[in-house]
């Protein structure tokens, strides 16, 4: 670790693009976490009731995710084929706008469109922000520095919880924009990675390219196995969490369950998970060991949990925190993701991955949906969840292993594995 701050010490530029990026995220997961703290509220205010309170919340929910997609294929070109410094600022101004906006809506398709814009505003930040980090980091170094990263960002969960809880949901809104244009300021003497750079110089280099991810079976399979590794957090967050009162009912809890407060204690959870699994992965020099050691605890967590019955609010409120500590495998995903393609695609791939990882908690949720009727709440979440364990499980013994690789190739070229 001496090494590090050594490194970070001498290297200016370093600090700052691992300082915006963390901040960034940090922003990305506060509004991801906001909206559902802030959903019932802001809807009441509006005018809404009864059934048209679920609906219209999952209406929003789906503009969202449907931004997210959307922005998760935009900025991950324009990273590739413009620069990552560009959609750094171009995806953080289009979400802080967005969401000041979104404190004056004034009926549901207004608040749709808002939505809409801010997911396709925040699906840049991560991507981008890992993909400049991993590119300025020196190998045996760089899961320190995504580590930071993802962690202080998660930590945005945790701050939109307290926020949404303290605040007018108007003011929570407007504090996350405020959050994002201040973050503008500190990334005007950002720059891009000297490794892009050279790349970028390069007319005779493809960037940005999607037909080189849709033609190449073997780009293809990688892409795949990077979504589907990321699956089970978003199982956690879109099942677990998201449906904590009616699994709650059904296990027999002895009390009411909040979804405002298991949500950012399952983010408390996923910080330090962040952080023990980065620092594990380096130390063992391996991120498929770590991402499979804490894939194993989630499912063993959670499938005792579901096995429950009686507890009170606080032992399922526990396991909240418990099983987002095992999802802590998701910085080791999205530092992965950046290393397993060139400098030609990364940006593309580590922008839209968790994107698309994200959209997969719609799937999720449809396939809990469809089984609670015949199986029950309880049986429902467990089949789904071990189907996305064992899948994300089979991805992930399909992929390379990347730790400590050199990053500076383009794809047709094959990176060499470092000690």
């Known amino acids: 670790m001496g090494e590090l701050w050594t490194t970070l010490k001498s290297d200016r530029m370093l600090t700052l693009a691992i300082f915006v990026a963390a901040l960034g995220y940090f ?17 009441k205010d509006l005018g809404l009731s009864g059934d048209s309170l679920t609906d219209s919340g999952a209406l929003l929910l789906n503009m969202q995710l449907i931004g997210f997609l959307i922005g998760g294929l935009i900025w991950g070109v324009m990273g590739d084929r413009v620069g990552r410094k560009q959609v750094l600022f171009g995806s953080i101004l289009l979400y802080s706008l967005a969401n000041i906006a979104n404190a004056f809506v004034t009926d549901i398709p207004q608040y749709a469109l808002c939505r809409l814009l801010a997911g396709i505003g925040l699906a840049g930040e991560i991507g981008a922000g890992i993909t400049l980090v991993s590119e300025m980091m020196p190998r045996h170094l760089r899961g320190y520095g995504t580590t930071i990263v993802a962690t202080v960002g998660v930590m945005g969960g945790v701050a939109a919880g307290f926020t949404g809880h ?21 990334r005007v003497s950002l720059s891009d990675s000297k490794m892009f750079k050279t790349v970028r110089d390069d007319d005779t280099i493809k960037r940005g390219d999607l037909k080189m991810l849709l033609t190449s079976a073997s780009r293809m399979k990688r892409y795949i196995a ?4 990321g699956t089970p957090p978003w199982f956690v ?5 998201t449906f904590a009162p009616e699994i709650g ?9 909040s979804v405002a407060t298991a949500l950012p204690l399952c983010y408390l959870g996923l910080t330090v998970g962040d952080g023990v699994s980065g620092i594990l992965s380096q130390r063992l020099h391996s991120r498929k060991k770590v991402i499979g ?34 999802m802590g495998f998701w910085v080791l995903m999205l530092t992965s993701a950046a290393e397993q393609f060139g400098t030609n695609l990364r940006a593309t791939v580590a922008t839209s991955v968790p994107n698309f990882v994200r959209g997969t908690g719609a799937l999720v949720i449809s396939a ?3 089984l609670k009727p015949d199986l029950g709440v309880v049986s429902a979440a467990m089949i789904v969840g071990l189907a996305t364990y064992a899948i994300a499980a089979a991805a992930l013994w399909g992929m390379r292993e990347t730790c400590n690789v050199d990053l500076d190739f383009i794809e047709d ?3 060499a594995k470092t000690a």
């Open 368 to 370: 809990f949906v469809m």
């Open 413 to 415: 070229s094959v990176p």
């Open 249 to 257: 009912a059904a296990m027999n809890v002895t009390g009411p369950l």
């Open 237 to 241: 967050v879109a099942v677990l969490i």
């Open 166 to 186: 303290m605040l007018p949901w108007e003011t929570a809104y407007i504090v996350g924009g405020v959050m994002g244009l201040a973050l503008l300021l500190l």
């Open 226 to 229: 990077c979504i589907l590794v």
């Open 27 to 43: 922003v990305d997961v506060y509004d991801l976490v906001l909206f559902s703290v802030l959903r019932v509220a802001s809807l």
């Open 293 to 326: 050691l804490f894939m194993g605890l989630g499912t063993i967590l959670t499938i005792i949990f579901l096995n429950l019955n009686g507890i009170s609010p606080t032992t399922y409120y526990a396991f909240c925190f418990a099983i987002g500590f095992s």
